[in-house]
């Protein structure tokens, strides 16, 4: 009650009051005092005074909600201006936007359907822009002339499953891997290979031109080439060869279509990672704080099985 007394005249002290307490106290705060002053005799208070602190009252809940009015766009003021200091500091292409590069011809990476390019690498894109407060803007790019695109400022990044390579790392960084790819051996269910040494004479059959080619002639020289690894796989499960090499990626579409092969040995790894520019460590910063959130929590991992069919965010053990 004392505060009740030292309010006649000071609207100051109701604003200190204001900014102090929230709404339903400061309502609550001045009711009392309406109260107080409607309780003193006429010796303490006059009714002129009475009616100064009534009309205090209504006076300073209007101060009260332009306060509120105050606080809340500074909040937003303050929260835009957040986001463009990210943008000047991430130093994007286009404000407010992550302009990030993929070929389109990499299925189940990036392909098109109709006019919309989809895909793992896309979904982790635009995954990535989302977290980071940013329209995603992806754009098609011929794959051999995406690095220098990123180098020359055409995209912000490319998430576009380059492997990480020391020629590309001396134009652009790498972020931590997104997925691991490489050579894996698919056998039947009932085959009796179980490591790389029992592959060893073996009918390995392999896609022409492919690397897996030279890879196979490490276990043996009964190498059947065939037009595609597609068509290798299908002849595996048919009862044919005793095992095929192709990437992982592959085989998982494979026994997602319903082929009954299994994959037996990881005979390679390969990091596939985004490529960021040299001149943005920033960037480079935030999107692989982006990266870690989305394995710990296991977001990666669920874009890799509903788009490749498998989880291939992490790292095997190879065998050599």
Request: one cysteine or more; glycine letters at 8%.
């Amino acid at each position: 009650m004392r505060e009740a007394k030292g309010i006649q005249g000071n609207s100051k002290f109701f604003e200190y009051k204001a900014k102090k307490l929230g709404v339903n106290e400061f309502e609550e705060f001045l009711d009392n005092c309406y109260n107080y002053a409607n309780t003193l005799s006429n010796k303490d208070l006059t009714q002129v005074e009475k009616e100064r602190v009534y009309s205090m009252k209504k006076r300073n809940m209007l101060i009260m909600l332009l306060f509120i009015c105050f606080i809340s766009a500074c909040g937003t003021e303050s929260s835009s201006h957040g986001n463009t200091e990210n943008n000047n500091e991430y130093s994007l292409i286009e404000e407010g936007k992550l302009t990030f590069a993929a070929s389109g011809e990499f299925k189940p990476f990036s392909y098109m359907e109709g006019t919309e390019m989809v895909g793992y690498d896309i979904a982790v894109g635009k995954a990535i822009a989302n977290k980071l407060g940013l329209e995603p803007n992806p754009q098609r790019a011929k794959f051999a002339g995406i690095v220098t695109g990123v180098t020359e400022g055409r995209y912000d990044i490319a998430v576009a499953s380059h492997t990480i390579t020391e020629e590309r790392l001396e134009q652009v960084n790498f972020s931590k891997p997104y997925y691991y790819s490489g050579p894996v051996i698919y056998t039947r269910p009932d085959s009796d290979i179980q490591s790389a040494d029992d592959l060893k004479g073996k009918e390995i059959s392999v896609a022409r031109g492919t690397t897996y080619i030279e890879i196979a002639k490490q276990y043996t020289d009964n190498i059947p080439q065939v037009d595609s690894d597609v068509v290798a796989l299908q002849s595996l499960a048919k009862g044919h060869h005793d095992a095929v090499i192709t990437d992982d990626v592959t085989g998982f579409n494979a026994i997602d279509n319903g082929l009954n092969v299994e994959s037996r040995i990881q005979l390679g790894i390969s990091e596939q990672a985004i490529a960021i520019s040299k001149e943005n460590e920033a960037l480079l910063e935030a999107v692989n704080e982006v990266l870690k959130e989305m394995k710990e929590n296991g977001e990666l991992e669920e874009l890799s099985k509903e788009w490749i069919g498998g989880d291939i965010t992490k790292k095997k053990e190879a065998e050599q």
